[in-house]
């Protein structure tokens, strides 16, 4: 995929977000739709993530975002568009 083809998407999630799995579903989530990046807990309780792939598929892990895997209380979300960097797997820090 080209970088033309590609976008990036931030997100910071806040909310009952850590001690609930998100990081490992949404790597699990971002796996299953190609997307590349990172995700991690913030030292303030939210979760960060960087999300890039196809814009459809970034899209699609942005909205998964909003809810979480079960056990999350999603409160809020904040969503920066950033220029790709080349991010080639997705990892958890």
């Known amino acids: 995929m080209s970088d ?4 990036r998407g931030h997100v910071w999630i806040r909310g009952r977000v850590q001690g609930v799995w998100f990081r ?3 790597r699990r989530e971002a796996l299953l739709r ?9 030292p303030d309780g939210s ?19 909003r809810q979480g895997p079960p ?9 920066r568009e950033e220029l790709p960097t080349g991010e ?4 958890v820090l």
């Open 4 to 7: 033309d083809s590609r976008v």
């Open 24 to 26: 490992d579903a949404c």
């Open 34 to 42: 190609a997307v590349a990046g990172w995700v991690r807990n913030c």
């Open 47 to 65: 979760v960060e993530a960087v999300f890039e792939g196809a814009p459809a598929a970034v899209e699609v892990m942005i909205e998964w975002c």
């Open 71 to 79: 056990r999350a209380r999603v409160a809020s979300i904040e969503i």
């Open 88 to 91: 080639t797997s997705f990892r």
